[in-house]
């Protein structure tokens, strides 16, 4: 089992940033890939960002467009999720996920039915 706890959403105005942050405690020796998606009012859950626990490999949703860098601690077992330039369209609730699968294709990691643990949902609001 591998718990997420996930910290660091807000409101702020757009052109602003924020971070998130994903503690994993638990069986976090079997995590391939942490991710983070989003999900805004009314609309699916989008994939945003995620990245391998050993090698860290990243990848980003188009629609970043390097506004976003993920990056991780292994010292601490987090990750992160540094926002800047944030449009109102970024308001969601982001939810942090971990995998213990191993995909050898990248676009595996892009899916959330290939996450098995979650958190709990932290809610960014963007002004503009």
């Known amino acids: 089992q591998v718990q997420l706890v996930e910290s660091g959403g807000g409101l702020v105005q757009a052109g602003g940033s924020l971070r998130l942050s994903c503690a994993a405690s638990g069986r976090t020796s079997s995590t391939f890939c942490m991710a983070w998606f989003r999900q805004a009012p009314g609309k699916e859950r989008e994939f945003v960002s995620a990245i391998r626990w050993s090698g860290g490999s990243t990848y980003y949703a188009d629609f970043v467009q390097g506004r976003f860098i993920i990056s991780r601690d292994y010292a601490k077992n987090t990750v992160y999720l540094q926002m800047n330039s944030l449009e109102p369209e970024d308001t969601a609730v982001y939810y942090c996920?971990?995998?213990?699968?191993?995909?050898?294709?990248?676009?595996?990691?892009?899916?959330?039915?290939?996450?098995?643990?979650w958190g709990q949902g932290n809610q960014v609001t963007v002004s503009s």
């Open positions: 996920a971990a995998t213990t699968t191993y995909y050898t294709l990248a676009y595996a990691y892009t899916r959330q039915l290939n996450y098995n643990y």
